[in-house]
């Protein structure tokens, strides 16, 4: 089987999240000189298979089989690889079945290898991620089997295949705010206390503004309101308390502390709760690791374009990956039509994938 057909066979199963579409069991299957570990978690399935080549490093690929919803008005079968206008459309072309389909063909055709390589793969990652990769790598620390490299092949180029990879995430921390005021006729506002007029008076200085100045691979960490309500739908009474939202896309220099002590420092005098949650911890791999070293090698070879190592974006499981300590870059095809309407890709870009995969596996 030639990459793009198996790209062909990936997109045709509806693996909605949590549902892997039996892609788990067909890559066993494909993959059978390959040990395989599965690790079903409640609805989440997990597959670790791997082959031990000789004595060596542990160089592993990471990514997920599953996809969000289709969605409606899409001008082909979302679930049937279709070639139009030189794009080939489908749900999953970009994220992230051509990343699927390059390095399982990558590790397939591998015929001799410095060491060990595996996949680790999931159904839950466009979902909770409670259950996917992070209990994989739990479990590959309680048997001593964690990799020493993991590519995840996220789609991360930008304006040309080859132009950019991701040696790093930002965090995500959530803010939910309740500013307390005191319920009150809108003819007497003297008699109460409004919670909207006590925010708007502090408001500008807050949305929008960055908490740190970020540094050469993070842009700046700011406070980005995603929500407020108030009162009780009517015109003549003012409301009790306000419940704002926010969110906080950090870098390394910025933690909760910081996010309270900015929260603090503009609410003073005010009666408000302030609860913060961390949804992903902000990370970045050394950019003279072998791993990026080596994919940057790899993709200069294929494309003659050297790579800028990015930072951008949202989240992915390469920021479990990172919390065990191993070296995790993201690497795929261009990444501008992912969970849209018509997503797409090319059939050059998922060759040239599985080329820069080859050409990695070769270099280790």
Not at 29 to 53: G, S
Not at 54 to 67: I, N, P, S, Y
Not at 220 to 246: A, C, H, W, Y
Not at 256 to 271: P, R, S, T, W, Y
Request: hydrophobic share 35%.
């Amino acid at each position: 089987m030639e990459v793009l057909e198996l790209f062909k066979k990936l997109i045709t199963s509806k693996s909605e999240t949590p549902d892997d579409g039996g892609l788990l069991d067909f890559i066993q299957c494909y993959l059978p000189e390959y040990t395989a570990k599965r690790i079903d978690i409640e609805d989440t399935k997990n597959l670790f298979i791997y082959k031990k080549f000789a004595e060596g490093e542990h160089l592993c690929f990471a990514g997920h089989v599953d996809v969000v919803p289709a969605g409606e008005n899409w001008d082909t079968n979302p679930y049937e690889l279709v070639e139009k206008d030189g794009y080939l459309y489908g749900r999953g072309t970009q994220d992230m079945k051509s990343g699927l389909a390059a390095f399982i063909q990558a590790v397939h055709d591998a015929k001799e290898f410095q060491g060990t390589l595996s996949l680790l793969l999931t159904s839950d990652e466009e979902g909770d991620a409670k259950h996917g990769t992070i209990k994989v790598l739990e479990y590959l620390k309680e048997i001593s089997s964690l990799p020493d490299a993991v590519v995840v092949a996220e789609p991360t180029c930008e304006l040309a295949f080859g132009d950019a990879i991701k040696v790093g995430r930002r965090g995500s921390i959530n803010g939910y705010l309740t500013l307390k005021g005191k319920q009150g006729h809108a003819a007497y506002p003297e008699k109460a206390i409004n919670p909207i007029h006590s925010l708007s008076r502090v408001l500008g200085n807050m949305a929008g503004v960055n908490i740190d100045d970020g540094d050469e691979f993070f842009a700046p960490s700011k406070f980005v309101v995603t929500d407020i309500r108030s009162g009780m739908q009517v015109t003549n009474v003012t409301p009790n308390e306000l419940k704002m939202m926010f969110n906080v896309r950090n870098t390394t220099l910025t933690t909760q502390k910081e996010v309270k002590m900015f929260v603090d420092k503009h609410l003073v005098g005010l009666d408000y709760e302030l609860e913060l949650t961390q949804g992903s911890y902000p990370f970045r791999t050394n950019t003279s690791s072998k791993v990026v070293q080596n994919i940057d090698k790899a993709i200069e070879k294929v494309t003659g374009i050297k790579p800028k190592h990015s930072t951008a974006g949202g989240t992915s499981d390469a920021r479990f990956v990172a919390l065990f300590g191993v070296d995790v870059i993201e690497f795929g095809v261009k990444n501008d039509s992912i969970h849209a309407i018509n997503e797409r890709t090319t059939a050059d870009e998922v060759e040239n994938l599985y080329k820069v995969f080859r050409e990695l596996i070769s270099l280790w």
